[in-house]
């Protein structure tokens, strides 16, 4: 794959099939962003409890957070014998495949695929493009911008981590560009928080 077909693409699962399994924990937020999306919408059944739970081993699977080996992971959402346990017990690729939204002929679920790409690309960036972060960006104020963000799903504070990222001396197009643009989607593993907080 190329920068330009990265960047123009209008094919999710191509695009997560170049990512191949080299960034499970990227890829594993990816599903489950993908999921919250889908119970937001209104002509969707919204989750129960054991939903709420399955995203929420998911995606401390991805980050550490749930002290789980592999097999402990698969076995405890497994177990729960819900469909979105099965699809998230799968590695983190598969998973992402299985969640994506299918381009048909119909303006919902071509808007869903849409939102999909944009997903990925808050989550991925530019892989033929990564960004030199530096340290000294990381300031206090700029990591519980950040921190707030994540912990909470709502990342409305994305100009303004770009105003303290800014403050602290970060003039990169790239970085500011994407805290500062309100069309964009922003979820857990937005490359942008993932350099302030520090997460690979």
């Known amino acids: 794959m190329t920068e330009d077909e990265w960047l123009t693409s209008d094919d999710a699962s191509e695009l997560v099939k170049w990512l191949g399994d080299s960034q499970q924990r990227q890829l594993r937020l990816f599903a489950c962003a993908l999921l919250r999306r889908y119970w937001s919408l209104d002509w969707v059944t919204p989750p129960d409890a054991h939903d ?6 998911a995606e401390g699977f991805a ?6 080996s592999a097999l402990k992971f698969r076995e405890i959402v497994t177990d729960l014998r819900l469909p979105v346990s099965r699809v998230l017990c799968e590695d983190a690729s598969r998973s992402a495949q299985l969640i994506l939204p299918h381009q048909y002929s119909h303006p919902v679920w ?6 999909a790409i944009r997903v990925l ?6 892989p033929f493009r990564p ?6 960006w ?6 519980a911008v950040a921190r707030q963000m994540y912990d909470s799903r709502d990342f409305g504070a994305m100009p303004i981590l770009a105003d303290a990222l800014q403050d602290a001396g970060c ?3 790239h970085i500011l560009n994407h805290c500062r643009d309100t069309s964009a989607p922003h979820v857990r593993g937005c490359w942008v928080c993932d ?3 520090n997460k690979s």
Request: proline share 5%; glycine share 4%.
């Open 195 to 197: 350099l302030v907080l």
């Open 110 to 115: 071509e808007e869903e695929h849409s939102h």
């Open 131 to 136: 960004v030199a972060f530096d340290p000294a």
């Open 171 to 173: 003039e990169d197009e």
């Open 138 to 143: 990381r300031t206090d104020t700029a990591v």
């Open 63 to 68: 980050d550490g957070t749930e002290p789980l």
């Open 52 to 57: 709420e739970k399955v995203i929420a081993i």
């Open 121 to 126: 690309r808050d989550i991925f960036g530019n």
